[in-house]
């Protein structure tokens, strides 16, 4: 049984910081890629950040310098550390785990960014 199991979202002001955790099981994490995706009410879903089983990073433009993806192996667990946070980040935020060329998703988590 595979899970993704995600936390950390909620209400924060412009500017303030937040991080999401998203933790699997039923994989063996070492070997899997990891993502966070967004989606806001009527708009289509977007990569966030995603993160290889090797390390290796990548991020939307959107979010470059304020976000960073990152992975601990020995908690099976992955996390997206917001900075600088913007109202159009507002979004529910989902993991990806990606393993054996399967995808595993997350629940989402709600990450609101407003005064």
Known sequence: Q??????????????GSLRLSCAA????FSGSG???YRQAPGKQ??????????????YAD???????????????TAY?????LKPE???VYYCKVSWLRH???GQGTQVTVSS
Request: aromatic residues 6%; hydrophobic residues 35%; proline residues 2%.
């Open 45 to 58: 879903r977007e990569l966030v950040a995603d993160i290889t089983s090797g390390g290796r990073t990548n």
């Open 2 to 15: 595979v899970q993704v199991v995600e936390s950390g979202g909620g209400l924060v002001q412009p500017g």
């Open 103 to 105: 995808d595993y998703w």
């Open 62 to 76: 959107s979010v470059k310098g304020r976000f960073t993806i990152s992975r601990d192996n020995a908690k099976n």
């Open 34 to 36: 990891m993502a966070w």
């Open 80 to 84: 997206l550390q917001m900075n600088s």
């Open 25 to 28: 099981s039923g994989i063996i």
């Open 89 to 91: 980040d507002t979004a």
